[in-house]
């Protein structure tokens, strides 16, 4: 799916990367817990949070993720999205919950059969 | 490369919004070296897991990446309050993280499992009041 359908889906904002919304993406990781990004994401290329700080930015540049949701209408600051430029990264917002969010990219076709063990 | 590449950082262990940023340049210097992207992953997360750790718990200190021919290794060094109990630290979900810490997304007594998960070789030193080191190796 491309990030543009993303944006669509989820009726998203964007926030910086507008020149990348044509890259395609296959995962998502869903969560508001940055050590569990860290731990379990594998090579999820998206990844949606409702957690708003600079260490969302800088845990998915250490994942290799190449776009983030801030889900319930979350804004990224400033210097949140000077990160995300730096490291080449979609930024889009939505105001659907991490539940709907979630739910209409699956059912769209962004499937996961991950497993943390 | 017949001499190793040394990079230092000190982190900030008073202010959580600049935690990461030296594992970010990091990355960053990695990548400038032609590094594998697993290897320059698997030191990235490594690191950015041990400097989250060094801000929350020890009040910052020293950290540094060195990038021999065969590995890359990682030197985190604090003068914090040291780790009472090591292999109850290792386990997955044991964290003396406060609320505050949970709340902006860490402190789920991940850190030290993860570190281990993505490296070749760890060694944790660490004496209480006097400080931590933790040595970690990601062979390339």
Known sequence: MKISAIRDLLEANVHCGEGKLDKEVSSVFGCDLMSDVLAYAGDQAVLLTGLVNPQVIRTAVMMDMVCIVFVRSKAPSEEMLTLAKESGIVVLSTDMTMYTACGKLYSNGLVSDYRVK | ?140
């Open chain 2, 1 to 140: 490369m017949s001499e190793e590449l040394v990079f230092r950082f000190t982190v900030d262990g008073e202010d959580f919004t600049s935690a990461g940023q030296a594992s970010v340049q990091v990355k960053k210097n990695l990548r400038q070296l032609g590094l594998s992207a697993e290897v320059i992953k698997r030191v990235s997360v490594a690191m950015y897991e041990g400097e989250i750790n060094m801000v929350i718990h020890a009040g910052g200190g020293i950290a540094e990446v060195r990038v021999c021919e065969s590995y890359v290794e990682i030197i985190l060094d604090d003068k914090g309050p040291g780790i009472k109990d090591i292999d109850l630290a290792m386990q997955e979900g044991y964290s003396t993280a406060t609320d505050t810490i949970r709340s902006l997304g860490f402190g789920a007594g991940m850190g030290l499992p993860n570190m281990r998960k993505y490296t070749d070789y760890m060694t944790i030193e660490s004496e209480v009041g006097v400080g931590t080191k933790i040595v970690m190796r990601v062979n390339c």
